[in-house]
């Protein structure tokens, strides 16, 4: 049931994913970014992109094919309807071998980016491995408003789908027979499959329409309860066993 409120959500992210931007600028200077989970490093200059590893980065394999897409302007890329064309001035993206640990790699871009990075996204061929890499940090509050934002909207308007996906998410946090005793748990487990939550005490705190709420204080070892207000703001809840489909209702005013 989560299928499709969560392929849309995911599609939103991968959508943010595919515009990342690496660039070099107008001064031909250096720019370079990392990441430390997958211990992967892009630097640009021009239309000249590296990507290096350190040397215990496990993410992908040397020898094969990647690709490191980047962008100056993340904001055109949220608005695009599809991957956007190479041509595009914001926008560019190219093939590269994918280095050793302690290497790096280089290659050509479909053209230089006029301004400096914002950020920059590598992806392995098999898929494997992929990083989105910031090159500073009000980009990335950026892009993770926007995918908050469009979350939001998007469980907003299909509550019911949306609390059916997460009480089914959640039941993926279930061990011996029991939800977990900590609300963050059990947060991250819904997070995981693409859906906007937050933990609150009562009913009394979901005043957010689009977020899905843990309502901790109505939650049991057996038991969870969730609720989301609608675009119309209305309350919807959903209370789910360790087991089954949850129970949906909605609150009256």
Known sequence: MRSRL??????????????????GNDSGSKK???????????????????????????????????????TDDYSKLVKASTVPAPTQPWYATTY?????????????????????????VVQ?????????IYFDAKTKAGVEKVQTDGAKTQQAGQATQALQSAAQAAIGAVSNKAFPTSGDTIVAAITSSGLYVKPVASESD????????????????????????????????????????????????
């Open 206 to 253: 979901v005043t957010e329409a689009g977020t899905i709420y843990v309502i901790t204080g109505k939650s049991t070892k057996s038991s969870l309860e969730l609720a989301l207000k609608d675009n119309k703001g209305t309350i919807h809840t959903a209370t789910e066993g360790v087991k089954g489909s949850p129970k949906l209702a909605t609150v009256k005013n």
């Open 32 to 70: 370079s970014a990392s990441d430390k989970t997958s211990g992967l490093t892009v630097s640009v200059s021009d239309d000249t992109v590296s990507l290096a590893r350190t040397a215990k980065s496990t993410s992908g394999t040397a020898g094969t094919s990647g690709t490191v897409s980047c």
């Open 6 to 23: 969560a392929a849309s959500v995911v599609a939103l992210s991968l959508v943010a994913v595919l515009i990342a931007a690496c660039g």
């Open 96 to 120: 590269i071998t994918w280095p050793a640990t302690g290497k790096s790699t280089s290659a050509t871009l479909s053209h230089s980016l006029k301004g400096d990075p914002q950020l920059c």
């Open 124 to 132: 392995s061929g098999d898929q494997g491995a992929s990083a989105v």
